[in-house]
């Protein structure tokens, strides 16, 4: 009797065992099968996502979660993740993608102006930079918890949905803040139109822009600086016309720079995001630009240090590193207020003498150039 028992419970344990070892495999192991569905299909959607994006008009970018309560422009509800384009600022979520993409249309970088050679605005609306306000009242847009209010995307200018009528008879869009570093559509048109045409008249088209014109162009790698780079160049794109701001990892400044001859002689200005290196490549174009015969198209050159190795930035007064420490807004302001200076670049070609060690005569040419940096001659 005492012997079944003893069996009975030991059968009885057994099966706790088996039951407890299920359960606890279970836990382990459905997370990790979930987890590996999850990142194939983030990867499978990635793929279609950056297909997608290739191919639209739009500056689409995937985001896991917007920094900013966010809502969508097509069904007009709140999302947590989704897509935005940083050029116009539309937002949409998955479901609504393709739909944004054919009905909301992006900033155009070439467009005819009207007959008396002003723009309108660009409206878009919804997701208005937070402290913004309406042009019209004065008052705080985009408080109210859904999508409202608008936003042009030249000017930056907000405005409330009530408010909107009001500015019916106002509609000129003067670019804003930044109107005399943006290049506007209808000039681009114009060229287009000249290079047809006569093409030394860039600078009658220029003057007719606006007074002390001079466009800038933003070069910058996105990997550049822990991806700050990537950061930078969709704020510029907000900022400015998308046209004047360029991808180093996808076009080198050789044929970036090239945008400077159809912009009138002297006037542009180039805002290099990266380090020495960066600088230095640029630099090397303009040298490239002026074997060409287009000296009368060299650009001003302007940096904003990222990552490590900005000497030269430092020198400049253009500080050590940028990490977002300032809004992009404000190192626009500091281009217009900064002050041209000259500097002249040293090529060496170091010739050691014969019988020289030659490891002693490198380390000797890095203390001269090291000399040289300290003394300003740089």
């Keep these: 009797m005492c012997k079944d028992g003893d069996e009975a419970q030991e059968d009885c344990g057994s099966r706790e065992e088996w039951t407890l070892l299920f359960w606890t495999s279970l836990a382990v192991i459905v997370p990790v099968i979930l987890t590996l569905w999850c990142s194939a299909q983030r990867s499978k959607r990635k793929t279609y996502m950056k297909d997608f994006f290739r191919k639209s008009k739009h500056g689409w970018h995937y985001t896991d979660l917007f920094n900013k309560p966010t809502y969508c422009c097509v069904c007009s509800q ?24 054919r009905s909301l249309q992006c900033k155009e970088i070439m467009a005819p102006s009207r007959p008396d050679g002003t723009m309108v605005h660009r409206w878009v609306r919804g997701n208005v930079p937070l402290a913004s306000y309406c042009a019209a009242c004065k008052q705080q847009c985009g408080t109210q918890p859904k999508l409202c209010d608008f936003r042009c995307v030249w000017c930056q200018a907000t405005v409330h949905d009530d408010c909107m009528d009001s500015l019916a008879d106002a509609d000129v869009c003067d670019l804003g803040e930044f109107h005399s570093l943006i290049i506007p559509p209808h000039y681009l048109h114009d060229v287009n139109k000249l290079r047809r045409r006569r093409p030394d008249e860039y600078a009658k088209l220029g003057a007719s822009c606006c007074s002390g014109w001079t466009p800038v162009l933003v070069l910058a790698n996105k990997r550049s600086g822990n991806n700050m780079g990537e950061v930078l160049l969709g704020e510029f794109r907000t900022l400015l016309n998308p046209v004047q701001v360029f991808d180093l990892s996808e076009l080198p400044p050789s044929k970036a720079l090239q945008l400077c001859t159809l912009l009138p002689p002297g006037s542009v200005r180039v805002l290099v995001c990266g380090g020495d290196g960066t600088v230095g490549w640029v630099l090397d174009a303009i040298d490239e630009m002026k074997l060409k015969g287009q000296d009368p198209f060299i650009p001003r050159v302007t940096v904003l240090p990222l990552g490590t190795g900005n000497d030269l930035s430092n020198t400049l007064g253009w500080g050590a590193g940028y990490a977002g420490e300032i809004p992009v807004e404000q190192v626009l302001r500091n281009i217009l207020d900064a002050e041209v200076v000259k500097m002249d670049r040293w090529e060496e070609n170091p010739n050691p003498n014969p019988g020289q060690n030659r490891r002693n005569f490198q380390i000797s040419c890095c203390r001269n150039r090291r000399k040289l940096e300290d003394a300003g001659t740089f």
Excluded: K, N, S, T
């Design 78 to 101: 709140h999302i947590l993740h989704g897509a935005f384009c940083d050029c116009c600022g539309v937002c949409a979520d998955e479901q609504c993608l393709r739909r944004a993409d």
